[in-house]
């Protein structure tokens, strides 16, 4: 069950807009797809899709427009928890469940650069190597194949509020200078050389 709700104040009326971390929940079903070794990236992991095809991926979408403020904060406490680059992560088809306390909310985790290297996907590995933690937060919205093997991703790019970099300009400047440099993977050599670009396999 989805668990760890972040809250921001939003609106003269102080209602309170809740982000759900899924704790891994949303994550599970896309293993295969992530990181599976049996097939090279390219045809597990897709982009360039249009997301207004499926209206699960064009309403998460506009959500995470509408949601940008308070998930850069998210990002940025995530940033500095685990002192690693990574990125927001969310599944287009997870829903947190009726009987939970925020029920029928996307739920987001974060990956990290490390966890990401294990996909062998340039994209994902390059979005988080190359993006300033301390101005941007990156969000990854992915929906799975009916089987289960292969994904459709969609990137987003969030600025940091001022207001934000400000309150915590000295952490990030610690967590920053403690960085290090990341290559990216990516090994196709050991695979087929099938390009065929196909999303319900």
Not at 31 to 49: E, M, Q, Y
Not at 100 to 117: I, R
Not at 145 to 165: C, D, F, H, P, Y
Not at 174 to 192: A, G, N
Request: some cysteine; proline content about 5%; aromatic content about 10%.
């Amino acid at each position: 069950m989805a668990a760890g709700v972040h809250f921001q104040v939003g609106g003269s009326n102080g209602a309170a807009f809740p982000i759900i971390e899924s704790n891994g929940a949303a994550l599970d079903p896309a293993r295969t797809a992530l990181f599976s070794r049996s097939r090279p990236p390219k045809d597990r992991i897709h982009w360039g899709f249009n997301p207004e095809k499926d209206p699960r991926v064009g309403s998460l979408l506009r959500w995470v427009q509408a949601m940008s403020s308070t998930l850069a904060a998210l990002g940025l406490q995530k940033f500095l928890q685990t002192g690693q680059r990574g990125a927001l992560i969310t599944n287009a088809d997870y829903r947190t469940p009726a009987d939970s306390s925020v029920p029928n909310q996307p739920a987001f985790d974060w990956v990290t650069v490390e966890e990401l290297h294990k996909t062998l996907d340039r994209i994902l590995q390059e979005s988080v190597v190359c993006y300033d933690p301390a101005s941007q937060v990156i969000v990854f919205v992915f929906l799975l194949s009916k089987s289960g093997n292969s994904m459709a991703v969609w990137r987003r790019k969030i600025t940091l509020q001022e207001t934000l970099r400000q309150t915590h300009y000295n952490a990030l400047l610690s967590t920053k200078e403690q960085l290090q440099d990341y290559p990216v993977y990516v090994d196709e050599c050991v695979f087929s050389d099938s390009s065929a670009r196909h999303f319900d396999h």
